[in-house]
Structures are given as structure tokens and as C-alpha cells.
């Protein structure tokens, strides 16, 4: 059965015009394989393809030769900034990266769309990954983050096709269980977020042991680059740094300083889910650089290397407090370098540093935002209100 759907998708999606993109690369990628050793005989899906992770692995594996067909939901704005520096000509020949709009909670269409595509890799990013907002949203948490775990790996099983299965695991599974955290840890989910992942870790194992798939759990601690969501603490207090330098701010708000995270550098992350389905054997791994710091030293490293002295600039709100926090995480990644050769090689204070660099580049290339005014007499002048989501 599932040989029949590993004939041309591509020239089928064309045909019946549903993509909604059809981007492909112009340039050679950032760790692009030669054009000799370039795999282009697979075919990977990637959920959360718009994400920090998502973005990285479509670059990684269209360097590689891949074709990528990514899962994007659809949106009142446009949600692929993080992918437009890979489109071109949608009508070209050789396009490789392919969109389609689709849901984790929706089954049916992710059975229909693995059917179709029948990816030889799948790589499931996609969750409201946010562990702050979980405790705002825990219900939509569980349903994505969770149970849109299950919904992918049932969508696999239903649509019969043979693929290689990488869970996006967290080491928020470890919550309150004291570091080094590696593959034998046991978990303590702090969170709503936590919950919702062990549940995927578990569910993804299960279906290993139950059906025999070639799925995987890659247990990532925190990783960050230029493309992490504004709202996660590195990438907030890289912006603010930028943003105090220029004089465009004064001050920057924050929650819990004393946090130990083992944060590395996203692309390597990505990277090594890519190894993890290479592999003979299926089985997860923890991938981590195996040091830690806390918020506050990220804080002086980030607003040092600006020449800032952080303690000018850093106010406390409770708002951005968690009803149970993390203490510390410090992964051992002892196997991820054994048995895959994965190795990081960016820690977190190398990595402050690269995240400063590339903020206050992107300011410089920041235009300023426009919006249209409304003319009409009985419009009212628009006046700033509210408070900024976390
Ligand atoms: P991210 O930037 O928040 O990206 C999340 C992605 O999921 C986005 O593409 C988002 O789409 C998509 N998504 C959210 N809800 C969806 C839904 N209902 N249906 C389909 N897609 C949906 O996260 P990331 O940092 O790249 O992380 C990737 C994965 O690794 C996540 O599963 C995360 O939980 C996990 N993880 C991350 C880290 C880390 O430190 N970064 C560590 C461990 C595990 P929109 O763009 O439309 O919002
Ligand atoms: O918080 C503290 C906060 O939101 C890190 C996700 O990718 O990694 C991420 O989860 C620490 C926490 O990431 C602020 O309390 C202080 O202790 O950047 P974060 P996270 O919660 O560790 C894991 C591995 C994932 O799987 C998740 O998907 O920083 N902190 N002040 C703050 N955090 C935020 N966001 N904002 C603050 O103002």
C-alpha cells in the first residue's frame, strides 16, 4: 500500500492547483550538502513549519535535497515570515517547499494531506508551545500540544504509509526533577505545557512499542536564535537590548531571574531531530549543550555585550511569573554524542551574544510600522490602549 503513494505528489498538487504556496530555493543554503551528496529522492512534513524550528529544519532539509511539504494554518494575516527567504517563483519548475493549510486539530484533513503526500519523514514541531500561556489556555494546550500528538500519529497509521516519526519533545517533561536530566530522568511536568508533552512523549513511544513505526522522541531543552518567538525570555531581552541602545526604550519587564536554562542554539537542534531519523534503530534522545544559566546572567552577558548595564534598565512584574515554575534544567546529552554524533557547539552565553548582534541588525533594517486611518466624521481618534499580550 504504501508504495503507491510515493509516485510524483508534486506534479499531482500542481495539477489540482492545491497548494498555497510554491516556494523553492534560489541560493545555496547555510549547511547545504554538495550537490552530490543531496538526497533528492525524500520527501519530508513538517508541522509548526512557520515556527522558530519549523523555518530551521525547512532550510536544513531543502539544502539536503529534500522536497518539504509543510502543514500552516490559515490566518487572517500572512504567518510565513520565517519562510519567505526561501520563496520564488511559485511556477517554478523545480520547486521544492510546498504549504498547506491544515490543523492539528483537525484529523481528517491530516489524514487526507499524509495520505497525498506521503512523506518518507514527518516532523511533528507544531504546539502552542508557550509554557506561560499554558496556564492561560491549559484546555487548547492539551488539545494541540497533546492530543495533536496522537492526532499526527493516527493520521500516519490511517493513511498506510511507511514514514520515520520525530516527536518535538520538551525537557519541561522534567519539571521539578534535579539536573543533569537525561533519557532516564523521570519527568515531573510543572505545567500545563509539560502535561500536554508528556502525553505526546508517551503517546509517540507507545505507538513504537504497539505498531513497530520508526518514531522518536527528541528530548530538546531550550533552544533560541534570531527566529525565537519575541515573547520567550531570550529573545525579549535580546529586542530590549537592541531597542534600549537605540533609544527607542528605556526599560524592559521581567519574571523569575534565578531560572537555570541549558539554552543552545536552535539550527543544531534541528539538526540533530534530522540524525535521529537517520539512525538503524528507532529511540530518543535528549539534546542539550549540558550547561546552564541563570535569566539573570543571560540578562548581564546580553546587555553587557551592548555596553548596558542590565540593573539600569530591568523592572520586575509578577505578570510574567508562573504558578509553578522550573527551577533548573541541565541536560545530559551523553548519548545524542554517542550513538548520532550530535554534539552543540553554541552555548548560552555565545549564544546572548549571537542573539544581540542579530537584533540590533534587525533594527536597523526595521522600517517603521504603517496603518491606514480611518476618514470618516463619526470615526474617533484612535488613542493607545491596553496592555501588550506576554
Ligand atoms: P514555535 O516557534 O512556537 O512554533 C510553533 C509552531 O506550531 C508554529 O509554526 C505554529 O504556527 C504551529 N502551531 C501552533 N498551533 C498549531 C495548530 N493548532 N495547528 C498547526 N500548527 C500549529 O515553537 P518552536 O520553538 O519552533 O518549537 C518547535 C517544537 O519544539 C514545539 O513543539 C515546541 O513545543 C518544541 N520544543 C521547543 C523547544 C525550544 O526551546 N524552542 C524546546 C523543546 C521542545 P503559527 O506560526 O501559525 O503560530
Ligand atoms: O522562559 C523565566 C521563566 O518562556 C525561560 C519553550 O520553548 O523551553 C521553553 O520554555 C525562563 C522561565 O522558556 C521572563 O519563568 C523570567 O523560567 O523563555 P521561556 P521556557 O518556559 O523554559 C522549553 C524547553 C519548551 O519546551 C518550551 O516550548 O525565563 N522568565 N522572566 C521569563 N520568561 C518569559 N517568557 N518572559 C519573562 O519576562
Not at 496556564?135 to 494546550?141: A, G, I, K, L, S
Not at 539536573?179 to 532516564?184: I, L, N, R, V
Request: glycine fraction near 8%.
Amino acid at each position: 500500500m504504501a508504495s503507491c503513494f510515493f509516485k510524483d505528489v508534486s506534479a499531482r498538487h500542481r495539477k489540482h492547483g492545491q497548494l498555497v504556496a510554491f516556494p523553492t530555493v534560489s541560493r545555496r543554503l547555510p549547511g547545504a550538502a554538495t550537490q552530490e551528496s543531496q538526497d533528492v529522492s525524500k520527501r519530508a512534513f513538517v508541522t509548526g513549519i512557520t515556527g522558530q524550528d519549523g523555518s530551521y529544519l525547512a532550510e536544513l532539509l531543502l539544502g539536503k535535497g529534500y522536497e518539504v511539504h509543510g502543514l500552516i494554518r490559515r490566518a487572517s494575516t500572512f504567518n510565513t515570515a520565517r519562510l519567505e527567504h526561501l520563496y520564488v517563483d511559485p511556477h517554478s519548475a523545480d520547486a521544492r517547499l510546498f504549504l498547506h493549510y491544515g490543523d492539528l486539530s483537525d484529523g481528517t484533513r491530516l489524514v487526507t494531506l499524509l495520505a497525498e503526500v506521503a512523506p518518507h519523514e514527518v516532523y511533528n514541531l507544531a504546539a502552542q508551545s508557550h509554557v506561560r500561556v499554558s496556564f492561560d489556555e491549559p484546555e487548547h494546550t492539551a488539545d494541540i500540544t497533546g492530543t495533536g500528538t496522537v492526532r499526527m500519529l493516527e493520521a500516519v497509521r490511517l493513511a498506510g504509509i511507511e514514514t520515520r516519526f520525530c516527536q518535538a519533545s520538551s525537557s519541561e517533561l522534567y519539571g521539578s526533577t534535579p539536573p543533569p536530566q537525561s533519557e532516564t530522568t523521570p519527568f515531573h511536568p510543572r505545567s500545563p505545557y509539560a502535561a500536554a508533552k508528556a502525553y505526546g512523549y508517551w503517546i509517540t513511544r507507545n505507538y513504537r512499542e504497539a505498531y513497530g513505526p520508526f518514531a522518536v522522541n527528541g528530548i530538546m531543552f531550550n533552544h533560541e536564535s534570531p527566529r525565537r518567538g519575541e515573547t520567550f525570555v531570550s529573545r525579549k531581552i535580546t529586542r530590549a537590548v537592541a531597542a534600549i541602545r537605540a533609544g527607542r526604550e528605556e526599560f524592559v519587564y521581567m519574571g523569575n531571574l534565578d531560572a537555570i536554562r541549558d539554552w543552545g542554539y536552535a539550527p543544531e537542534y534541528v539538526e540533530g531531530m534530522w540524525r535521529m531519523l537517520q539512525a538503524d534503530e528507532p529511540d530518543d534522545y535528549v539534546l542539550a549543550t549540558g550547561t546552564g544559566i541563570t535569566v539573570r546572567e543571560f540578562l548581564e552577558i546580553s546587555f553587557g555585550h551592548a555596553d548596558l548595564d542590565w540593573e539600569n534598565h530591568v523592572k520586575f512584574d509578577d505578570r510574567y511569573l508562573r504558578p509553578t515554575e522550573v527551577a533548573t534544567l541541565i541536560g545530559d546529552p551523553t548519548k545524542a554524542r554517542e550513538k548520532l554524533g550530535w554534539q552543540a557547539t553554541v552555548d548560552g552565553r555565545a549564544l546572548a551574544r549571537l542573539m544581540v548582534n542579530a537584533d540590533i541588525e534587525a533594527l536597523e533594517h526595521a522600517s517603521t510600522p504603517w496603518i491606514d486611518e480611518v476618514r470618516l466624521d463619526s470615526w474617533p481618534t484612535p488613542t493607545t490602549h491596553g496592555t501588550a499580550p506576554l
